[in-house]
């Protein structure tokens, strides 16, 4: 099964809001990876988090590791379309090249 | 450089056949991962292979099997197809250990 659990599963945002996906695990992470997947696509690389605290930004997005690196949100700011998709977080071993991911979170959008 | 390949994209296959799926990774990827993504069970994963050993395996069975070439591109096999294997077939290539993984557009396998 897998060791980390996203939510909420389906995230319905009106255009130009603000949502956050989390990532939680119940050990600590090694590192945390996060991907997005547009419909009908494949995932693609957003951003890696490996530091305790860690917090990166990419234009809207927010990314945050925890404190105890068991857990990690997305925050996305003035949602628009073009952010449609699934959301991915995945933790990347430090021992082999697995990706264990999340179930994810589908995000649509109400213009 | 050219992303990573598969191929096919598409495939239809009749319960109890066998198919092959190729990838062809990102030039000086070694290391060629393989995850099966349905709408109920997410992306899961199937196996690794590094260096043409197998170097992890998920929790699938043995009618899943892969290889890999010391060109490192991939291949995947199910065998006597079931209707559950019906999924989008996607696999990911890295050139070391905490870096992106590179997906392919994956193969939409549907078994009828």
């Known amino acids: 099964g897998q060791q980390v659990m996203q939510i909420p599963q389906y995230q319905h945002v009106q255009e130009g809001e603000d949502f956050t996906t989390y990532c939680n695990s119940s050990?600590?992470?090694?590192?945390i990876q996060w991907y997005k997947q547009r419909p009908g696509g494949h995932p693609v690389f957003l951003i890696q988090l490996v530091k305790s605290g860690e917090v990166k930004k990419q234009k809207r997005l927010t990314f945050q590791f925890g404190e105890a690196k068991k857990n990690s949100s997305l925050h996305i700011t003035a949602t628009q379309t073009t952010d449609v998709g699934t959301y991915f977080c995945a933790e990347s071993s430090n021992n082999d090249y697995k990706l264990s991911f999340g179930a994810g979170t589908t995000v649509t959008v109400r213009a | 450089k050219a992303g990573v390949t598969q191929t096919p994209r598409y495939l239809i296959k009749t319960r109890g056949q066998q198919v092959t799926l190729s990838c062809s990774p990102i030039?000086?990827?070694?290391?060629v991962s393989w995850y099966q993504q349905t709408p109920g069970q997410g992306l899961q994963f199937l196996f690794e292979y590094f260096s043409e050993t197998q170097r992890n395996k998920g929790n699938f069975p043995g009618r899943f099997s892969g290889r890999q070439f010391s060109n490192s591109r991939s291949e995947m096999n199910v065998s006597t197809l079931e209707l559950g294997d019906s999924a989008l077939y996607l696999c990911?290539?890295?050139?070391?250990?905490?870096?992106?993984?590179?997906f392919g557009q994956g193969t939409r396998l549907t078994v009828v």
């Open positions: 030039s000086g990827h070694r290391s």
């Open positions: 990911a290539t890295r050139d070391s250990m905490n870096t992106e993984a590179f």
């Open positions: 050990t600590t992470l090694s590192n």
